[in-house]
Structure formats: C-alpha cells, structure tokens
C-alpha cells in the first residue's frame, strides 16, 4: 500500500525566513498531493494541493513542488509569520481509484519572534 | 464546501465499553473515511465507508473492532467495540468533495 515520508519531525524558523518542508511517497500511480495545516485542538485544513500533471502550485507565500520520477513532493513557505506555528501533514491519493488519502506522520513548525 | 458534525465531541469510557460516533455531512457523498488520530501523532485511515457496501478496512483495522455503518449518504457511524485504553485518541470521520473535508473530532478517552 501507499506510504508517505516526511521530514522534518519538527522544524524551528526566523520569523520572516522560509520553511521547507519535504515528503516521498511509495506508489507511482498517487496523482494528487494535499497539504494540510493543523492547529492545536483544530481539525486539519487543507491549505495547497498539487495534482500529477504539474511540477509546481503556489499561493501567496504557500508553494508546492512535485517531482513524479522522484516521487517527491515539498512544500515551501516565504516570509514565515507567527500564525504560520502548526503541525503541517503531507499526503498522497489516488484519484479515481478510491480516493483515500495517506497521511505522513507530520512536521511541527515553529515560527520563532 | 462541505460542512461536518460528529457526536459526541468527546467522551470519557471505561474499558469494556463501545461507543458509537456519528457523523452526518451537509450534503450527499460517495464515499466517508474514518481516520485515527492519537495524541502527538498523524492520521490513520481505519476505513472507508460507501453507501450499499461494506466498508473497506485498512491493514490492522476489523470490523469486529470498529464495526461501520452507512445508512445512507449524509451519515456515518463508526463504534469502538470493547475499549481499552490503547483505543484513546482523536476520532474524525472526513469526506472527499473537490478536496477532502475533515469531521471536528470526537475526542476518546477510555479508562
């Protein structure tokens, strides 16, 4: 079955720096990769999504990449501010197939002041 | 979007004990998942629950443990059968419409 990596476990940035934060996956035929933002006490919210047939999607200070022959996947975000502090899960589907989503085991990202 | 509710928000059991979680969607889906969230941790598909059929376990989820209902296709159920305390965690049952949308949790504590 699918399986999602992800690293770091826990990442501290600068307030205003960027954060990385980067995601493989086992099965060639996922298509779709989420992001998810997940605040203390908070359900996840999805915050970017990349789907196979592009290499990159960005959002304002939110940008993914995808690299299909690497099955790698990052999330990138600039000029990082305090409300950006959560626990951020990566994960891989397969639409179409049955859409289940695979989760990694998630990054906690602090925004030091 | 879609709009999620799950009853009971939380819940405190003693071991032994099942309890049934709900969760009703405001409109009509395919297809519902059930994910596990234990404290500090990620999420865990259990399984996915389609209106008709059974529902669809993942490895280390059965259905005599986490027995899955869907009557119809704005609800779900899930029932934690026989509690123990290793069954704590954060339950969300969540549903794919364009992207996926996740339940507020029910958050179980068994004693």
């Known amino acids: 079955g699918e399986n999602v990596e992800q690293h770091p476990s826990t990442l501290s940035v600068q307030e205003g720096d960027s954060a990385v934060i980067k995601c493989t996956y086992s099965d060639s035929a996922s298509n779709y990769f989420p992001w998810y933002k997940q605040e203390l006490g908070k359900r996840p919210q999805l915050i970017i999504d990349?789907?196979?047939?592009?290499g990159e999607k960005k959002d304002q200070r939110i940008a993914v990449t995808l690299n299909k022959t690497a099955k790698h996947f990052s999330l990138h975000i600039t000029e990082t501010q305090p409300e950006d502090s959560a626990v951020y899960f990566c994960a891989a589907s397969i639409v179409s197939r049955d859409d289940k989503i695979i989760f990694g085991k998630g990054t906690r990202l602090h925004i030091l002041p | 979007s879609a709009v999620i509710s799950q009853k009971p928000s939380r819940d405190i059991c003693q071991r032994g004990t099942s309890l049934t979680i709900q969760c009703q969607v405001d409109?009509?889906?395919?297809?519902m998942f059930w994910y596990r969230q234990q404290p500090g941790q990620s999420l865990t598909l259990i399984a996915t629950?389609?209106?008709?059929?059974?529902?669809?376990?993942e490895s280390g989820f059965v259905i005599d443990k986490f027995p899955i209902s869907r009557p119809n296709l704005t609800f779900s159920t899930l029932t934690v059968s026989n509690m123990s305390p290793e069954d704590s965690s954060i339950y969300l049952c969540?549903?794919?419409?364009?992207?996926?949308?996740f339940g507020p949790g029910t958050r179980l504590t068994v004693t």
């Open positions: 629950a389609n209106q008709g059929s059974e529902a669809t376990y």
């Open positions: 969540s549903v794919e419409q364009g992207e996926q949308y």
């Open positions: 409109s009509q889906v395919t297809m």
């Open positions: 990349i789907r196979s047939n592009v």
